[in-house]
């Protein structure tokens, strides 16, 4: 730069400052002189700097709101709906506790898979993810997709490894080394060392099968240019081939608990199979059976391989009886007997169930003993079916029928399977009571059943001696827990579990735990102090079998709901220990369990104590969080879709019914709910409900049930009440609470009390019916799937053939009585005996597919309504059956709105409530339009 430019640059520099001096000297002058002019002066700039701050927080507000706009909730969101999954395979939790596999999905779109750091960290994420594991001994996930690949990713290195085309994958361990092996659908097997990366691939592979703590797998391979397959023993470790076997059609192997043994199955040409079994040794496999056995009188063969004994000397199999070769001709009809322990329509229902047996071979002379013979089947809890000692009930007839049919009672046999002693046990509980074998073997566990809840009783093996290990337990049911027709029932107690080398029972009063000793010669211990609370415990784990027995060091995880508020809680107790609870109260949310490892049945690291388990609450999605104490949750996923929506708001409430007896209920209002405003009311019931005020109702397209959220979303209140029952009466306890809900809820001033409406579905669709057949207090009524003539349903028969008499005598229905005994309880709770009652305008949902309640029930009412002249309408969906799914269930939901719209909010109606649809347009109108020509449906056809 030259002088004179700089000198010039210099000179214009001083003239701006002097100006600008000047106008501030002049300015200055004004402002002290004129009181006035300041203050104008002070009222521009303070406008002037709020409108620039108002047009700042505008553009804020407008960016915000185009990112977390909240929106109304429409059908469509339904099937969209992103859900945690919180069982296997789709989460998972590494042995470490260092990092946690989920998946979120929905109905209409595949789940998304999330690899994260327990810290929180998110390490990866796939698309349509199938399956999540972790693997044991190194840090590595593996996730498989619904399109038959699989990627291998190191959690450390974030180093992955994709598979296209596989067929099926294994892990197995040998002490501190794991492998994985891919089986790709080209027949190429490849074998990964996961501690070394070393890799090895074999050709031809068919099929292959793994044991976990062996360093081998059984390859069973296609042999070049001819049919036969070969067996081949694979040392992974040191990749060398040993064959085994060679032959036609294996289509089941299995190990035994050493893996030092196999057994397969072979197919035969006459459609028989044949059983090879032996050392994992070249010349060690012989044939140990083959086609036909025939115990009893029918021909039997083959179905499956159950398990080697725990001694290996012996091997289970499943067998089935042969289908007969001919028909002959003739008359083709069925004979049903009064003499049948099963009715005709169940016995052709099991005819397309093969009856099962179950043999065992001894696999030293090839012998074969039967275990099971027809009408008996071996009872598992807490034991395994192939152990010494097999537990047997045996009954022609169906449990359902125990409480009259003889044939049903059923005998208890002890049946060894070294031996083929079988032992009787003389029944001292009701016939329907629950049995088990206790882990080993020491002594038979009767306890109460749903039919005949009772005491916990042992039977002692070695000395046949019984003992009533309960008697001294207090009884705490209450009316509630003895409302469902069981009459014989006197205590709520049931075994949950044992101790390590059965050194005590654990037994549940239906709130507290007990410590029991199996000889009955201890006092029973309480173990907790529940009842005082309020809570009824249960266990948050798997405590049955021999493997997940309560060992001395060992925490037991219970999981307890307080009655009256629902609020959850956690108590850890040691059971070898008196006054051991600890409790920790959380709120006003549900705790469900997560299951992707197998620990008890809740996901655990297998390492240090640390759980993975889902919570929500009534107004907050299920989302999965990590917990080391049951004191305090770390989240792991955060999915929170209702967020996005103008939600409802959910309170837990209660008032009396109008027998004066306390009741519970679940309120739903608008997220948009004014004091000021008057709602139309909806009440929605089925049995007990309010234990779900903590549920979180997750919106799925299936079901009959109200769908709280569409109409708690859009403009209504809606109430969900408990039902209390009496038995052979049910019908007064409807209307006791649902009357009670109704009193209660138009008490409110923000309630049109002249616009309620009630929806049931299944005993709720019969609850509507009875209601509106028994009160004239609601406006609109919708029934689902419900039962209306009570005589005809008691005489009906299930899916699986047997007869519907056992819900009305000992369930649901609550009507112990027979209808030839007590023929008025039933009149009086058949609402198609009472149409002439009905002025409620009730809409109808029933199908011709559904086999729980049938279709005549639900024609027949709307048949009789239309001849009285009610207004009534039936919906009936070719594809539905006991409820709706997919489109119909929009549909349904659509119409149910348009309904409760025109009843409750005065709407005009559409076209299919004003003049319905013709069958010869049926798929090509609908009828959703507003009728513009008649604004409300007419009186009915009679004059």
Same mark, same amino acid.
């Given at each position: 730069?030259?002088?004179?430019?700089?000198?010039?640059?210099?000179?214009?520099?001083?003239?701006?400052?002097?100006?600008?001096?000047?106008?501030?000297?002049?300015?200055?002058?004004?402002?002290?002189?004129?009181?006035?002019?300041?203050?104008?002066?002070?009222?521009?700039?303070?406008?002037?700097?709020?409108?620039?701050?108002?047009?700042?927080?505008?553009?804020?507000?407008?960016?915000?709101?185009?990112?977390?706009?909240?929106?109304?909730?429409?059908?469509?969101?339904?099937?969209?709906?992103?859900?945690?999954?919180?069982?296997?395979?789709?989460?998972?939790?590494?042995?470490?506790?260092?990092?946690?596999?989920?998946?979120?999905?929905?109905?209409?779109?595949?789940?998304?898979?999330?690899?994260?750091?327990?810290?929180?960290?998110?390490?990866?994420?796939?698309?349509?993810?199938?399956?999540?594991?972790?693997?044991?001994?190194?840090?590595?996930?593996?996730?498989?997709?619904?399109?038959?690949?699989?990627?291998?990713?190191?959690?450390?290195?974030?180093?992955?490894?994709?598979?296209?085309?596989?067929?099926?994958?294994?892990?197995?361990?040998?002490?501190?080394?794991?492998?994985?092996?891919?089986?790709?659908?080209?027949?190429?097997?490849?074998?990964?060392?996961?501690?070394?990366?070393?890799?090895?691939?074999?050709?031809?592979?068919?099929?292959?099968?793994?044991?976990?703590?062996?360093?081998?797998?059984?390859?069973?391979?296609?042999?070049?240019?001819?049919?036969?397959?070969?067996?081949?023993?694979?040392?992974?470790?040191?990749?060398?081939?040993?064959?085994?076997?060679?032959?036609?059609?294996?289509?089941?192997?299995?190990?035994?608990?050493?893996?030092?043994?196999?057994?397969? /199955?072979?197919?035969?040409?006459?459609?028989?199979?044949?059983?090879?079994?032996?050392?994992?040794?070249?010349?060690?496999?012989?044939?140990?059976?083959?086609?036909?056995?025939?115990?009893?009188?029918?021909?039997?063969?083959?179905?499956?391989?159950?398990?080697?004994?725990?001694?290996?000397?012996?091997?289970?199999?499943?067998?089935?009886?042969?289908?007969?070769?001919?028909?002959?001709?003739?008359?083709?009809?069925?004979?049903?007997?009064?003499?049948?322990?099963?009715?005709?329509?169940?016995?052709?229902?099991?005819?397309?169930?093969?009856?099962?047996?179950?043999?065992?071979?001894?696999?030293?002379?090839?012998?074969?003993?039967?275990?099971?013979?027809?009408?008996?089947?071996?009872?598992?809890?807490?034991?395994?079916?192939?152990?010494?000692?097999?537990?047997?009930?045996?009954?022609?007839?169906?449990?359902?029928?125990?409480?009259?049919?003889?044939?049903?009672?059923?005998?208890?046999?002890?049946?060894?399977?070294?031996?083929?002693?079988?032992?009787?046990?003389?029944?001292?509980?009701?016939?329907?009571?629950?049995?088990?074998?206790?882990?080993?073997?020491?002594?038979?566990?009767?306890?109460?059943?749903?039919?005949?809840? !009772?005491?916990?009783?042992?039977?002692?093996?070695?000395?046949?001696?019984?003992?009533?290990?309960?008697?001294?337990?207090?009884?705490?049911?209450?009316?509630?827990?003895?409302?469902?027709?069981?009459?014989?029932?006197?205590?709520?107690?049931?075994?949950?579990?044992?101790?390590?080398?059965?050194?005590?029972?654990?037994?549940?009063?239906?709130?507290?735990?007990?410590?029991?000793?199996?000889?009955?010669?201890?006092?029973?211990?309480?173990?907790?102090?529940?009842?005082?609370?309020?809570?009824?415990?249960?266990?948050? !784990?798997?405590?049955?079998?021999?493997?997940?027995?309560?060992?001395?060091?060992?925490?037991?995880?219970?999981?307890?709901?307080?009655?009256?508020?629902?609020?959850?809680?956690?108590?850890?107790?040691?059971?070898?220990?008196?006054?051991?609870?600890?409790?920790?109260?959380?709120?006003?949310?549900?705790?469900?369990?997560?299951?992707?490892?197998?620990?008890?049945?809740?996901?655990?690291?297998?390492?240090?104590?640390?759980?993975?388990?889902?919570?929500?609450?009534?107004?907050?999605?299920?989302?999965?969080?990590?917990?080391?104490?049951?004191?305090?949750?770390?989240?792991?996923?955060?999915?929170?879709?209702?967020?996005?929506?103008?939600?409802?708001?959910?309170?837990?409430?209660?008032?009396?019914?109008?027998?004066?007896?306390?009741?519970?209920?679940?309120?739903?209002?608008?997220?948009?709910?004014?004091?000021?405003?008057?709602?139309?009311?909806?009440?929605?019931?089925?049995?007990?409900?309010?234990?779900?005020?903590?549920?979180?109702?997750?919106?799925?397209?299936?079901?009959?049930?109200?769908?709280?959220?569409?109409?708690?979303?859009?403009?209504?209140?809606?109430?969900?009440?408990?039902?209390?029952?009496?038995?052979?009466?049910?019908?007064?306890?409807?209307?006791?609470?649902?009357?009670?809900?109704?009193?209660?809820?138009?008490?409110?001033?923000?309630?049109?009390?002249?616009?309620?409406?009630?929806?049931?579905?299944?005993?709720?669709?019969?609850?509507?019916?009875?209601?509106?057949?028994?009160?004239? /207090?609601?406006?609109?009524?919708?029934?689902?799937?419900?039962?209306?003539?009570?005589?005809?349903?008691?005489?009906?028969?299930?899916?699986?053939?047997?007869?519907?008499? %056992?819900?009305?005598?000992?369930?649901?229905? /609550?009507?112990?009585?027979?209808?030839?005994?007590?023929? /008025?309880?039933?009149?009086?709770?058949?609402?198609?005996?009472?149409?002439?009652?009905?002025?409620?305008?009730?809409?109808?949902?029933?199908?011709?597919?559904?086999?729980?309640?049938?279709?005549?029930?639900?024609?027949?009412?709307?048949?009789?309504?239309?001849?009285?002249?009610?207004?009534?309408?039936?919906?009936?969906?070719?594809?539905?059956?006991?409820?709706?799914?997919?489109?119909?269930?929009?549909?349904?939901?659509?119409?149910?709105?348009?309904?409760?719209?025109?009843?409750?909010?005065?709407?005009?109606?559409?076209?299919?409530?004003?003049?319905?649809?013709?069958?010869?347009?049926?798929?090509?109108?609908?009828?959703? %339009?507003?009728?513009?020509?008649? !604004?409300?449906?007419?009186?009915?056809?009679?004059?």
């Amino acid at each position: 730069m030259t002088d004179s430019n700089a000198r010039r640059q210099q000179y214009e520099h001083e003239k701006l400052s002097l100006s600008l001096n000047k106008d501030s000297i002049l300015w200055s002058y004004f402002l002290e002189n004129n009181f006035m002019l300041r203050y104008y002066y002070f009222c521009w700039t303070l406008f002037f700097v709020s409108l620039q701050i108002c047009v700042s927080l505008s553009v804020q507000c407008q960016h915000i709101n185009s990112h977390y706009q909240k929106k109304q909730f429409d059908t469509c969101d339904i099937a969209s709906w992103p859900e945690v999954r919180v069982t296997n395979p789709q989460v998972a939790i590494s042995d470490d506790g260092n990092y946690v596999a989920y998946s979120l999905g929905s109905l209409q779109r595949p789940p998304i898979g999330y690899i994260k750091k327990t810290a929180g960290e998110l390490i990866d994420s796939f698309r349509e993810v199938r399956q999540l594991q972790f693997c044991k001994l190194s840090h590595h996930v593996i996730v498989t997709f619904s399109k038959d690949s699989l990627c291998l990713l190191d959690v450390r290195t974030l180093k992955k490894d994709f598979f296209p085309a596989v067929r099926m994958f294994r892990l197995f361990k040998q002490n501190s080394e794991e492998w994985m092996m891919i089986l790709f659908k080209n027949g190429i097997l490849l074998s990964i060392n996961l501690k070394t990366r070393n890799r090895c691939t074999h050709t031809g592979v068919h099929q292959f099968y793994t044991y976990d703590g062996g360093a081998h797998c059984i390859l069973l391979k296609n042999l070049d240019g001819k049919d036969d397959l070969v067996l081949q023993m694979l040392n992974v470790k040191f990749n060398k081939m040993q064959p085994l076997w060679q032959g036609k059609g294996i289509d089941q192997l299995i190990f035994s608990s050493s893996g030092k043994q196999i057994a397969f /199955r072979t197919s035969n040409p006459d459609h028989t199979h044949s059983v090879w079994a032996g050392k994992c040794t070249p010349g060690q496999l012989k044939l140990i059976f083959s086609g036909h056995m025939a115990p009893g009188d029918k021909g039997y063969r083959i179905n499956s391989l159950v398990n080697f004994s725990p001694d290996e000397q012996r091997l289970f199999l499943q067998i089935e009886p042969l289908k007969p070769a001919r028909v002959l001709p003739g008359a083709k009809l069925n004979v049903w007997s009064y003499l049948d322990p099963k009715l005709q329509s169940q016995q052709i229902k099991e005819l397309n169930i093969s009856e099962i047996r179950l043999v065992v071979i001894d696999l030293q002379d090839f012998t074969l003993r039967a275990l099971t013979e027809e009408g008996e089947r071996p009872l598992t809890r807490w034991r395994s079916i192939w152990d010494d000692l097999v537990l047997i009930i045996k009954r022609k007839g169906h449990w359902s029928e125990s409480n009259w049919n003889d044939s049903a009672k059923g005998a208890l046999i002890l049946k060894s399977s070294i031996s083929g002693v079988q032992t009787e046990i003389d029944l001292k509980l009701p016939p329907s009571a629950q049995w088990a074998l206790s882990p080993t073997s020491k002594f038979i566990i009767g306890y109460q059943s749903e039919l005949d809840p !009772t005491d916990v009783w042992s039977y002692e093996i070695g000395t046949g001696i019984y003992r009533n290990l309960t008697a001294s337990i207090p009884s705490t049911m209450t009316a509630d827990m003895s409302d469902e027709g069981r009459s014989a029932r006197k205590k709520g107690v049931v075994p949950i579990g044992w101790a390590a080398n059965e050194q005590f029972l654990l037994v549940s009063d239906g709130y507290d735990i007990w410590r029991i000793d199996p000889f009955a010669k201890v006092h029973p211990v309480r173990l907790t102090h529940a009842k005082e609370k309020q809570i009824r415990l249960v266990p948050f !784990t798997n405590y049955e079998d021999a493997a997940q027995a309560v060992r001395r060091n060992q925490t037991m995880i219970l999981y307890g709901c307080h009655e009256m508020t629902n609020q959850s809680s956690f108590c850890l107790i040691n059971p070898y220990l008196k006054n051991s609870e600890k409790w920790h109260f959380q709120g006003d949310y549900q705790f469900v369990k997560a299951t992707g490892n197998v620990w008890g049945d809740l996901a655990k690291a297998n390492d240090v104590n640390m759980f993975l388990v889902g919570r929500e609450s009534g107004t907050e999605s299920r989302n999965l969080f990590l917990t080391a104490d049951f004191a305090s949750f770390l989240p792991v996923s955060l999915n929170h879709p209702e967020r996005n929506f103008y939600w409802h708001n959910s309170q837990l409430v209660h008032f009396a019914d109008r027998a004066g007896i306390a009741t519970k209920g679940i309120l739903y209002k608008p997220a948009s709910f004014n004091a000021k405003s008057k709602y139309p009311v909806i009440i929605h019931y089925y049995d007990k409900k309010s234990k779900a005020a903590n549920t979180f109702l997750t919106p799925r397209p299936g079901g009959g049930e109200l769908d709280v959220n569409w109409f708690a979303t859009h403009g209504y209140v809606v109430l969900v009440t408990d039902i209390h029952y009496q038995l052979d009466n049910p019908g007064a306890g409807i209307l006791n609470a649902v009357l009670g809900a109704a009193d209660y809820i138009s008490q409110f001033p923000w309630v049109d009390s002249t616009k309620i409406g009630i929806q049931g579905h299944s005993f709720g669709g019969f609850e509507t019916n009875y209601l509106i057949s028994h009160s004239h /207090r609601f406006a609109a009524a919708i029934s689902s799937s419900g039962m209306t003539e009570l005589i005809v349903d008691y005489l009906s028969i299930w899916p699986g053939g047997n007869a519907k008499s %056992e819900i009305y005598e000992l369930g649901q229905s /609550r009507m112990p009585s027979r209808p030839w005994t007590n023929t /008025r309880a039933y009149i009086d709770h058949s609402p198609i005996l009472h149409i002439d009652s009905i002025q409620t305008p009730v809409l109808l949902i029933h199908n011709r597919n559904d086999s729980n309640v049938h279709f005549v029930q639900g024609v027949s009412f709307f048949i009789g309504l239309r001849r009285a002249g009610k207004v009534a309408w039936l919906l009936e969906y070719d594809n539905g059956g006991h409820g709706l799914t997919g489109i119909d269930y929009i549909d349904g939901l659509i119409r149910s709105y348009q309904f409760f719209n025109h009843y409750l909010k005065g709407e005009p109606a559409p076209v299919w409530m004003t003049k319905g649809i013709p069958a010869r347009l049926k798929g090509r109108e609908w009828g959703f %339009e507003i009728d513009s020509a008649i !604004t409300s449906p007419p009186p009915g056809l009679t004059k």
